[in-house]
Structures are given as C-alpha cells and as structure tokens.
Nanobody
Framework: QVRLVESGGGLVQAGGSLRLSCAASGSIFSINIMGWYRQPPGKLRELVARIDSGGNTIYVDSVKGRFTIARDNAKNTVYLQMNSLKPEDTAVYFC???????????????WGQGTQVTVSS
C-alpha cells in the first residue's frame, strides 16, 4: 500500500520561511509527477507547484520567485521551500504524486493527508 507522509507545516510570521516535505513509501515501481496543492479556508484546492521525473517544474503565478519545488528520487521525497511567506499563503497544503505501484501496470494519483501552513501578518 502506498502512503504519502507530509511534514514541515506550522505557524510563521509574514516574510518568514517554511520547508514542506512529503515522502512516498510502500510498494512503488515508479514515480512520475510529484507536486503540492493547497486549499485556503473556504476556497477550492489549487495547484501550487509540481515537478516531473525529468526535473521540469510548474508554479502557480502567485508563488513564482518565492517557492521552490525539488525532489529526491532516491528517497521518493518531494520538498517545497517557501520563502517570503504572505498571509494569503495560509492554507492546508497537500502532497500529490502520480505513480505506479509495484502491483499495477498503470499510474494513479495519490494524496497526502495535508499539513497546515498559517502565516500571520
């Protein structure tokens, strides 16, 4: 069974930094895309950033220049370095991966449980 475990959320003042981590574990054959989504209070979940197996990245415009996504393929882990945080970055952040389990011939999306990031003004 595949599990995604997130860590690194918390409370920080505006202008501060946080680093989120998400480790995928279990019977995994291959991971294609790893990414982060967020869901602010009362709003829809949105893509923040994602990185594919070739290292290509995509960021939502509101975080460009402030957030950096990276992955460690040996550890099946994706990171999100968040700098210059703003109150509008407050949300639950979810890890999302597109991977193929050992027992499957196809890829599927998996979600982490979410980690709260709160930025105070």
């Amino acid at each position: 069974q595949v599990r995604l475990v997130e860590s690194g959320g918390g409370l920080v003042q505006a202008g501060g930094s946080l680093r989120l981590s998400c480790a995928a574990s279990g019977s995994i054959f291959s991971i294609n895309i790893m990414g982060w989504y967020r869901q602010p209070p009362g709003k829809l979940r949105e893509l923040v950033a994602r990185i594919d197996s070739g290292g290509n990245t995509i960021y939502v415009d509101s975080v460009k220049g402030r957030f950096t996504i990276a992955r460690d393929n040996a550890k099946n882990t994706v990171y999100l370095q968040m700098n210059s945080l703003k109150p509008e970055d407050t949300a639950v952040y979810f890890c999302n991966t597109y991977l193929r389990p050992q027992e499957s011939v196809s890829y599927s999306y998996y979600w982490g449980q979410g980690t709260q990031v709160t930025v105070s003004s």
